[in-house]
Every structure is written in C-alpha cells, then in structure tokens.
C-alpha cells in the first residue's frame, strides 16, 4: 500500500475514531443542560444545529446541493420524514439520559444494527446468511430476557434503535452527505423549534438566558448554544471517515459509541446492574460478535474472490507441429 494511501487511511480511522467517541459521550454532556428539561434542550438543540451547520455550509460555499434538492419533491418528504424521526430520537435520547437511564440508552445502540438488518429483510427484502439469522434470533431472545429484567420493554432502548435504524433507512434512499442531511433535517426543525422555544419563553419554562431563579445565566445559555456545534462535528468528522476507510472498518467502529455510553452508565453515574440485565446484555454482545464474524468472513471471501479473477492466467500450451 502506497504510503500516502496509509496516511489516508489513518486519518480515516481517528476521523472515525472521533466521530463515534464525541457520540460516545454524550450523555456527560446532557446533565450539564439542567435546569433546562429535555423539551426544552432538544428545541434549542434543533435551532443551533441549523446555525452551526449554516455557518459550516458558508464557510465551505457549499450551496450547489440546494437548488437540484428543491426539484424533488420525494426526497423533500423523505427528509421532513428523517426530521420527524431523528427529532424523536434526539428528545428520547435526552430525557433518558437525564433521567439516569444512560445505560439503557446504549442498549438501544447496540440492537440498532440487529434492527437495521430486520428492516433490510422486511422492507429492502434483503436475504440474509445464516449468521445473521442466528444473531438476529440471539438479539430478539436478549429483548426477552432484558424484559423480564426490566419488568416492562426496554421501550427506550427499543425506541432508539427503531428511530434511527428509520433514519438511516430513510438517509439511505434521499443519499445526501451527513452535513447536507444535517442542513435539511435541521431546516425542517427550524421554524416548529423556534416557535416552541417562544412559547417556553413566554409561559416561563424556557432556560435561555435564564435560571431557574430567573437571573440571567450565560453560561448555561452558552452550553445550548454549543448543543449545535457538537451536533455537527461528529457528523463532519464521519464525512471524513467514510471517504477513508472502509465500510466494515466504520461498522466496527460504530460500537465504540454504545460501549462509552454503557462505561459512563455503569462506573460514572452508578446505574443498577443486576445479574438478568448483566445476561441480556451478554446476550446482545454475542449477537453483535456474530455479526462481525460474519462481515470479516464476508469481506475476506470478496477479496479471495477478486484477487483470483484479477490474477493472470496461464498461457496456453503451445500446439505441437510437425
């Protein structure tokens, strides 16, 4: 491998590597929001993240995506759907995190890729190889343990997973590049945020500018406006990962963010572990763990398979004369 290729594809990988952590680490960042309560977080979160990705688009004079996009009507539709559900998974994933539910967040995660292959077979009628039934059965009797541990559905791990295996399902068919995403779902956002910020504002709820006592807080203030800008660094820094590395090197790399998430559940906010969720979260690791097996399998076959079509072939034996 060429020794520029190498740098590239080490870049790719801390690119990666980042955009993943940051998600990873999320839910340190949430709590430092209160008092703002998670309506209010998401509607502040939704406005910046247009600001931050607007001034990005400025910054880089990427317009030229606009004007074509504005022609489609499907794919406008498509992404006010993506919107609609990424916004749901955004106030979810906000709530349970101040709640103290971080590690049932990363649950939902961690089953997204298992729910993403349900959704190939049922809605792309994709088939699947043997191992990934065998995971995606392991996946569903780990949703049956943890139910039982849980006394109810794990409905936010199941909610999260379902939203933004939706979402990718949904980003798939508009194919956008992340920042472009970005700037369109957070276009849809825009107006239905802003109006709802207006509406805290005026009924006293909202946080912007304020304490609970109703002094003027800016650093807090400062903090829901950053909510914008962490929103869009990871998705830049991903855009610079997929161009990099390889698409099983990303899928990889994508536990990194569930396994933060669970790690900050357990040792920094203490959540309860007791042994039926301990198994069902084994459950769902040994799923995960045939999944990748399968895909490095996969990908090795592939290149077998490549290198011996792109191999010489022998000359043929020359003719005997007489």
């Not at 955009?19 to 709590?31: C, H, K, R, S, V």
């Not at 001034?55 to 996009?69: C, K, S, T």
């Not at 939706?166 to 194919?175: A, D, I, M, N, P």
């Not at 399998?297 to 490549?306: H, L, N, S, T």
């Amino acid at each position: 491998m060429p020794d520029t290729t190498k740098q590239e594809s080490g870049r790719g990988l801390w690119y990666g590597a980042s955009a993943y952590g940051i998600w990873g680490l999320f839910p340190l960042f949430w709590p430092l929001l209160e008092p703002g309560a998670a309506d209010d977080i998401l509607a502040n979160r939704m406005v910046w993240s247009l600001v931050a990705v607007v001034l990005l688009l400025i910054a880089q004079r990427h317009w030229g995506w606009i004007r074509p996009l504005l022609r489609q009507p499907r794919r406008i539709a498509m992404l006010a759907a993506a919107a609609a559900v990424i916004s749901v998974n955004w106030g979810v994933y906000i709530w349970a995190v101040n709640s103290g539910h971080v590690v049932e967040t990363s649950l939902g995660y961690f089953i997204n890729p298992l729910v993403t292959i349900g959704f190939g077979v049922l809605v792309l009628k994709e088939r699947l190889r043997l191992a990934q039934w065998t995971a995606v059965g392991i996946g569903a009797a780990a949703v049956a343990v943890l139910t039982i541990a849980y006394g109810q559905l794990p409905w936010i791990a199941l909610t999260l997973a379902l939203t933004f295996a939706t979402y990718g399902l949904l980003k798939k068919t508009v194919g956008l590049s992340g920042v472009e995403s970005l700037a369109a779902e957070s276009a849809f956002m825009f107006p239905f945020a802003l109006a709802y910020l207006v509406y805290l504002e005026i009924s006293g709820r909202g946080t912007f500018g304020h304490t609970v006592a109703g002094s003027y807080g800016w650093g807090h203030s400062g903090l829901l406006m950053l909510s914008g800008v962490i929103t869009a660094i990871p998705l830049l820094c991903f855009g610079a990962a997929a161009v990099r590395v390889p698409l099983t090197m990303l899928g990889l790399l994508q536990y990194l963010a569930p396994v933060f998430q669970f790690l900050i559940g357990v040792a920094v906010f203490h959540e309860s572990m007791p042994p039926a969720r301990w198994a069902g979260f084994a459950l769902v690791w040994a799923a995960l763990a045939m999944l990748t097996w399968d895909a490095l399998r996969r990908v090795r076959a592939d290149r077998a398979e490549r290198a011996a079509a792109n191999a010489p072939q022998p000359a043929p034996a020359p003719v005997a004369t007489r």
